[in-house]
């Protein structure tokens, strides 16, 4: 029974409204659902988007998702994250991000190609990454020199050269990641853009970089494309970046052509900050997902960002999308309904079921699947995007991996950062 005919169902309207079709710039989106940039390592040798990754956001445009976001990919070789990570660095990515995008339009689907330098957060073999002061990256351990103002003036060219790629390639828009401690995140911070010159020095010496990428790759964009930025508003480390600062930010990149804005954090300490585990993960979800560990202690709180689009919403004038932690069919339809958010974005969630929103359509009551465990975000870099929880025997495969050393092998967000810096998280500044 569709939650259209189901009038015992409370709250129908309210989830019907996620069902709404809603814009970004010229680009019509056909419900609220946005499928979170999550990176998927469906590469080549070449670092070139492989067949497996078409098919992948083809199926989910297939089952409804609206708007669909690429994982990651590096605009330059410079600032690649790691050794899986897609490349839309040179023209050779066209062709196969051009299957991409079609795959996804095949089903009436958007989709986006998400634009990032990692900056010292790179863990790419042998990369010669940038960052704006040299400054220990608190994930990484890695210390680079400062970037000379060339170096910085050839980034922000990366990202313009980058974004008449993805036009070439047939996306509809491009999603900057201004967020989780890469290059973008790196100059907005006051602890790791310690600069001087006009590149940092002051707030306003901070929002530079963001600002003339944002008009670099708006320059490339016909207006019938979209610029969004995923951006980083808190620091979660004691003395970094506050929530007033970046609220101005977010004005000045509005005015320099941003068409929507992601909320999220912006340095942090451990993947765990912004992909926070055991979301919504009561005693019941708990027995039934095999996660005993869970079952004496209370889950972590849903939609943690939502504070900050709250505070964000007065302040610019374009769509506001709502992603981290987002978990029950009842908070997506509210964050909708109660204007906090344009638009509510799932990672985890559509790694474990591609067929959600179809799902919701047909009703489901309560919450994803998804028990926010992170075993994929443990494999990233080591395998390509999956839910290692179902079948069950990806668990065994899982453990047999981990037992054997699996993660220990080569580079990537499983093994443990080396010299990671323990700070104190301060969320509400
Ligand atoms: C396996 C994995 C890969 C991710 N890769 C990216 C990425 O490439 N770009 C990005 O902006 N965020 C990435 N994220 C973060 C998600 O976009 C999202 O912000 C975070 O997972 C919280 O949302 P969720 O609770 O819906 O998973 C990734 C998350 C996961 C689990
Ligand atoms: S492995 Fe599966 S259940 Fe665990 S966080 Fe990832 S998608 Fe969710």
Redesign the pocket.
Known sequence: MSYRTEMARPGVAAVEALFEPCRIGQVAIGNRFVR????EGMVDRRNLASGDLALLLGELARLGVGLIIT??MFVDRRGQYDDDQTAIDTDEAIGPLEAVAAAVHRHGGKIFA?LSHAGSQSVAAGSRPIAPSGVPNVMTGREVPAATSGEIEAAVEAFGAAARRAVAAGFDGVHL?G??GYLLSQFCSPLTNRRDDGWGGSPEGRDRFAIEVTRRVRAELPPTHALTV?LGFIDIMEGGLGLNESIRRAKLLDAAGADAFEV?CNLMTSYAD??VPY?AVNTRRALADLLPQRLLRAPAAEAYYRWIARALRPAVQVPLVL????RSVSTMADIVTSGDADFVA????FIREPGLVRRIEDGLPGTVGCT?CNI??MH?GHHP?QCWRIPRSQLMRHAWFRATGGFRRGIGSGQKPRMVRKAQPTRRQ
């Open positions: 979170a940039g999550t990176s994982g990651h998400q990641h967020a989780n995923k999220s912004n992909i979301v992603g981290g932690g987002i799932l990672a985890r969630p926010s994929c975000i990233s995007l």
